[in-house]
């Protein structure tokens, strides 16, 4: 059953240009629509979402999706909006690049049931890599004059800009190779729409034409908005850089958290375009979070949605697990659930000592460990002061200056948390 895919981008806000005609051509039978992912890297990142959601979306209204690999167009390098160009990839690490991003939009799309608008995912660079230079300019640029291609904001921007080095050749190329790419699917897949961001319209439109000139048919093209945040800063990066979907990238615990942060008006903007909650379902969750915002609740239903969708359920609930960690009632036993890899993004930045490892086995004396051994507390008096006044805790436990620690509390074999207070964290790691 084929249903209505541009109304429900358009309530979702993901709408920022379409052909004339996109939308009846799409409710009259199943189509086929790809979107192209740069390979260049072997994970994508949260700034890839709104072309993977479009996509999504797309097979959930009973359409056929198709996602392109740029092996040919990653070597070349996009000029829209970037002010260099790419570095040239191998062939293998190209094909590795292709995997890893096949895997994580499994997260998303179907690529294996079998059914008609089964995903599939194709490489460019596997028609570009046996098309000559000379059947290219015979066969493809021919149709286009430079004046079409001068035309395009993402040439005229290029172009305008600061860069002293100018615009290459093959960057202004750029537009007739992805182009052609629109051109073979629409011949050889049944292809009859482009998507992705409205930087892309340009490109988009200029496989229309090679559509129209040379396939004698007719290309659709549809483009999201750019996605910003509230405060005008870019969406998708972090004071780490990119917010990665590979895990080993940006860990489960990073990504829920950077949801987890967005503002109240970002929140309200995101759980729309990265979320498969209906409209109804967020419209009530908008309602609740306005009455009572410092709950946060529409920014934990987001970051719990996207995590669970792209990193499953074991990741999400051990992020919420060390979230609460630092933000919410939590104890010691849910301390030693965290794997070595989030309890030190948990704990980022706070101080850290190292104690011999057979000094705790042999029993370490609490006050000892609270400021001779690490320097944690200025001297043995104000660790005795603090302890008498129970406001030491070790792992989430309160401990008096009877305690002494020992290896059973070691947190993966090798930590252990100390706080004063609420706030004031210190790590031993035992060597």
Same mark, same amino acid.
């Given at each position: 059953?084929?249903?209505?895919?541009?109304?429900?981008?358009?309530?979702?806000?993901?709408?920022?240009?379409?052909?004339?005609?996109?939308?009846?051509?799409?409710?009259?039978?199943?189509?086929?629509?790809?979107?192209?992912?740069?390979?260049?890297?072997?994970?994508?990142?949260?700034?890839?979402?709104?072309?993977?959601?479009?996509?999504?979306?797309?097979?959930?209204?009973?359409?056929?999706?198709?996602?392109?690999?740029?092996?040919?167009?990653?070597?070349?390098?996009?000029?829209?909006?970037?002010?260099?160009?790419?570095?040239?990839?191998?062939?293998?690490?190209?094909?590795?690049?292709?995997?890893?991003?096949?895997?994580?939009?499994?997260?998303?799309?179907?690529?294996?049931?079998?059914?008609?608008?089964?995903?599939?995912?194709?490489?460019?660079?596997?028609?570009?890599?046996?098309?000559?230079?000379?059947?290219?300019?015979?066969?493809?640029?021919?149709?286009?004059?430079?004046?079409?291609?001068?035309?395009?904001?993402?040439?005229?921007?290029?172009?305008?800009?600061?860069?002293?080095?100018?615009?290459?050749?093959?960057?202004?190329?750029?537009?007739?190779?992805?182009?052609?790419?629109?051109?073979?699917?629409?011949?050889?897949?049944?292809?009859?729409?482009?998507?992705?961001?409205?930087?892309?319209?340009?490109?988009?439109?200029?496989?229309?034409?090679?559509?129209?000139?040379?396939?004698?048919?007719?290309?659709?093209?549809?483009?999201?908005?750019?996605?910003?945040?509230?405060?005008?800063?870019? /969406? *998708? &990066? !972090?004071? #780490?850089?990119?917010?990665?979907?590979?895990?080993?990238? @940006?860990?489960?615990?990073? +990504?829920?958290?950077?949801?987890?942060?967005?503002?109240?008006?970002?929140?309200?903007?995101?759980?729309?375009?990265?979320?498969?909650?209906?409209?109804?379902?967020?419209?009530?969750?908008?309602?609740?979070?306005?009455?009572?915002?410092?709950?946060?609740?529409?920014?934990?239903?987001?970051?719990?949605?996207?995590?669970?969708?792209?990193?499953?359920?074991?990741?999400?609930?051990?992020?919420?697990?060390?979230?609460?960690?630092? /933000? *919410? &009632? !939590?104890? #010691?036993?849910?301390?030693?659930?965290?794997?070595?890899? @989030?309890?030190?993004?948990? +704990?980022?930045?706070?101080?850290?000592?190292?104690?011999?490892?057979?000094?705790?086995?042999?029993?370490?004396?609490?006050?000892?460990?609270?400021?001779?051994?690490?320097?944690?507390?200025?001297?043995?008096?104000?660790?005795?002061?603090?302890?008498?006044?129970?406001?030491?805790?070790?792992?989430?436990?309160?401990?008096?200056?009877?305690?002494?620690?020992?290896?059973?509390?070691?947190?993966?074999?090798?930590?252990?948390?100390?706080?004063?207070?609420?706030?004031?964290?210190?790590?031993?790691?035992?060597?």
């Amino acid at each position: 059953m084929i249903k209505n895919f541009v109304k429900e981008l358009q309530w979702r806000g993901m709408v920022h240009d379409a052909m004339p005609q996109t939308e009846e051509h799409l409710m009259e039978a199943m189509r086929a629509a790809y979107v192209g992912f740069d390979p260049t890297a072997d994970s994508l990142h949260i700034g890839n979402l709104v072309p993977i959601m479009l996509l999504a979306h797309f097979q959930r209204s009973g359409h056929k999706p198709v996602a392109l690999v740029g092996g040919a167009t990653g070597m070349i390098g996009d000029p829209s909006g970037k002010s260099s160009e790419r570095n040239l990839l191998d062939e293998k690490t190209l094909r590795h690049n292709q995997e890893c991003v096949r895997k994580q939009l499994s997260q998303f799309l179907d690529f294996s049931s079998g059914a008609d608008n089964e995903a599939v995912m194709v490489n460019n660079y596997d028609w570009m890599k046996h098309f000559s230079f000379l059947d290219f300019i015979r066969d493809v640029g021919k149709h286009i004059t430079v004046n079409y291609m001068m035309a395009k904001d993402s040439v005229k921007n290029r172009l305008k800009g600061e860069d002293v080095d100018g615009m290459s050749f093959t960057e202004f190329t750029y537009q007739l190779v992805q182009g052609y790419d629109f051109l073979h699917l629409y011949q050889n897949n049944n292809c009859s729409l482009q998507m992705g961001g409205s930087d892309q319209w340009g490109n988009i439109t200029t496989g229309t034409e090679l559509i129209r000139r040379i396939g004698g048919g007719k290309g659709y093209a549809l483009t999201c908005p750019l996605i910003t945040k509230s405060d005008g800063s870019k /969406f *998708g &990066k !972090s004071e #780490g850089g990119n917010v990665w979907l590979d895990a080993n990238r @940006t860990s489960p615990y990073k +990504f829920y958290q950077y949801w987890l942060n967005t503002s109240d008006d970002d929140a309200e903007k995101y759980i729309k375009i990265f979320t498969f909650l209906t409209q109804d379902e967020i419209n009530t969750l908008v309602d609740s979070h306005r009455e009572v915002p410092h709950q946060r609740g529409l920014q934990k239903k987001l970051a719990e949605e996207v995590t669970l969708t792209v990193h499953g359920q074991d990741a999400l609930e051990n992020a919420i697990t060390a979230s609460n960690i630092l /933000f *919410g &009632k !939590s104890t #010691g036993v849910d301390l030693k659930k965290l794997d070595r890899e @989030t309890f030190l993004d948990v +704990f980022e930045g706070v101080p850290q000592a190292e104690v011999a490892k057979t000094e705790i086995e042999a029993g370490l004396d609490m006050v000892a460990a609270l400021a001779e051994k690490t320097g944690f507390l200025k001297s043995n008096g104000e660790a005795r002061r603090a302890l008498k006044e129970n406001s030491i805790s070790l792992n989430k436990e309160k401990v008096t200056e009877a305690y002494t620690i020992q290896s059973s509390d070691l947190i993966n074999g090798t930590f252990v948390l100390l706080q004063r207070g609420k706030k004031t964290y210190f790590i031993i790691r035992a060597i």
